[in-house]
Nanobody
Framework: QVQLVESGGGSVQAGGSLRLSCAASLRTWEPFTMGWFRQAPGKEREFVAA????????IHSISVKDRFFISRGNAKNTSDLQMNSLKSEDTAVYYCAADVNRPWVAEVAVEAYDYWGQGTQVTVSS
């Protein structure tokens, strides 16, 4: 079982930056992929970025590519999402997620993830 806690959300003006962090705690050790998703009011949850257990495979959605960057800590139980050049359309609740079934694949599908954090709000004003 994996517990995830996000931090770092807040309000920022368009063009600004924020850094989200996710800390994972496990009852028993197992490798897992970490992903970031977001959900805006009235919209479905969408993929943002993912990184596999080793950190060697990462992927970003087209909408955030070249603006956001996902990373993973050396201890493997943390992930950061650096968000630059923020736009109003980036406003959403951001969720961290863990996939324990395919830890060596940076999964993009919501359904692939087994555990979710509580979410952190990011608001970008124009």
């Amino acid at each position: 079982q994996v517990q995830l806690v996000e931090s770092g959300g807040g309000s920022v003006q368009a063009g600004g930056s924020l850094r989200l962090s996710c800390a994972a705690s496990l009852r028993t050790w197992e490798p897992f992929t970490m992903g970031w998703f977001r959900q805006a009011p009235g919209k479905e949850r969408e993929f943002v970025a993912a990184i596999d257990w080793t950190g060697s495979s990462r992927i970003h959605s087209i909408s955030v590519k070249d603006r956001f960057f996902i990373s993973r800590g050396n201890a493997k139980n943390t992930s950061d999402l650096q968000m630059n050049s923020l736009k109003s359309e980036d406003t959403a609740v951001y969720y961290c997620a863990a996939d324990v079934n395919r830890p060596w694949v940076a999964e993009v599908a919501v359904e692939a993830y087994d555990y979710w954090g509580q979410g952190t709000q990011v608001t970008v004003s124009s």
